[in-house]
């Protein structure tokens, strides 16, 4: 019940090490692993620490807003890198990228795309990353979640110079509201991340970290895992085959092969956000896709998550939807 220490509840850190290091092929020890209040801190913490204002970072494009929102608040500049069916494009990251302090990826899983970077990319990421002196910031936020093919070992776990800060939550594999997640961060960092963190909000809830802990040692945590994979499975094919049934003539479905969301490509020339408002006024959340780049792409399209729905409110959800697009386009 008394103040813990900021980088966390040593069980726990513990617990997370060994867990990333058997599923997720990361290389740590536990006096790395710092625990925060998810992925927003881990990512908050990382710009704070590593940027100074007006430093150039690389985004995937389209990219996570959550991201770009912590690297500008800390001053930077942000250089988008368009991505293709292999990542990030490491091509366009030397040309566009030079004296970049830092890049974001979403290597595992890419948000929003959900593409999986290939190997060949993560190893020119990381030679980049060497050569340049530049910093790699993985999102691994929702890897756990794949249903065609196993996960894939992270970039941390390739890299040999200490170039990679790892960023995980328990978001995605448990639910956002507990607030966890944690940053693998390179040894020789550990006193300016611990000390951010200091300043920042001290520590997380050790009551929580200390019931997951148990949670994840009695293994529920995995038990859960393989369970919810099953469920997220067959939501997903629920909502593709709704989508396909009922918009398939408007709709492009991409990225469904991991993780808890899919996107939704419009046809060309029908305004996401507009199609956006219209869902929510008919109670469906569906993010529009451009608000994921840094200029209106050519084409828009919705995020549609389906963790939190069952069969019959992904057919509801799929019917409003299907009025929603058409009325717009
Ligand atoms: C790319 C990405 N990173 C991280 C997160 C999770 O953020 P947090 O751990 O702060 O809840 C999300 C949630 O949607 C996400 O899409």
Redesign the pocket.
Known sequence: MAYGGAMGYLPFREVIAEYLGAVRGVRCESSQILVTT???QGLQLSAQVLLDPKDRVCMEEPG?P?ARQAFVTAGAQLIPVPVDDEGINVAELIRRGRNARAVYV?PSHQ?PMGMTMSATRRMLLLNWAVRSGAWIIE?D?DSEYRFGSRPIASLQGLDTDARVIYIG?F?KVLF?ALRL?YVVVPGDLVPAFSAARDAADIFSSTLYQAVLTDFIREGHFARHIRRMRMLYMDRRRTLVNAIQKELGDLIEVIGAEAGMHLVALLSRGINDVAVSRNAAQRGISAMPLSVCYSKPPARGGLILGYGGANAHQIHDGVGKLRMSVQEIA
């Open positions: 998810g992925s927003q996570y959550g979403t948000y999102d936020y939550t978001s956002p997640g």
